[in-house]
């Protein structure tokens, strides 16, 4: 079973970074797109940025400048630098990877992310 595992988040004070890791495990032969999503309290899910099988980028507005994402294709991992963290960056992180044709997400599990001010 494909399964995505986050890990990395955390508490941080505003200024400081963290990055996020999430590693892809099963029987897999190909990842396609992978994306990193954020969920805050009352507010519904959205994409933070996303990055394609040859490095192609996509981020959202709120994150330019601040979050990379970058993958590590040999060792079916994607990661999310996070710098410069801002209190509205506060929010269960998430991903989520085009595996063999087939959306995997990490919906049930995600990893707390906490910037205080």
């Known amino acids: 079973q494909v399964q995505l595992v986050e890990s990395g988040g955390g508490l941080v004070q505003a200024g400081g970074s963290l990055r996020l890791s999430c590693a892809a495990s099963g029987r897999i032969f190909s990842i396609n797109a992978m994306g990193w999503y954020r969920q805050a309290p009352g507010k519904q899910r959205e994409l933070v940025a996303s990055?394609?099988?040859?490095?192609?980028?996509n981020y959202a507005d709120s994150v330019k400048g601040r979050f990379t994402i970058s993958r590590d294709n040999a060792q079916n991992t994607g990661y999310l630098q996070m710098n410069s963290l801002k209190p509205d960056d506060t929010a269960v992180y998430y991903c989520?990877?085009?595996?063999?044709?087939?959306?995997?997400?990490?919906w049930g599990q995600g990893t707390q992310v906490t910037v205080s001010s």
């Open positions: 990055i394609t099988v040859s490095g192609r980028t």
């Open positions: 989520a990877a085009t595996i063999d044709g087939r959306t995997i997400n990490s």
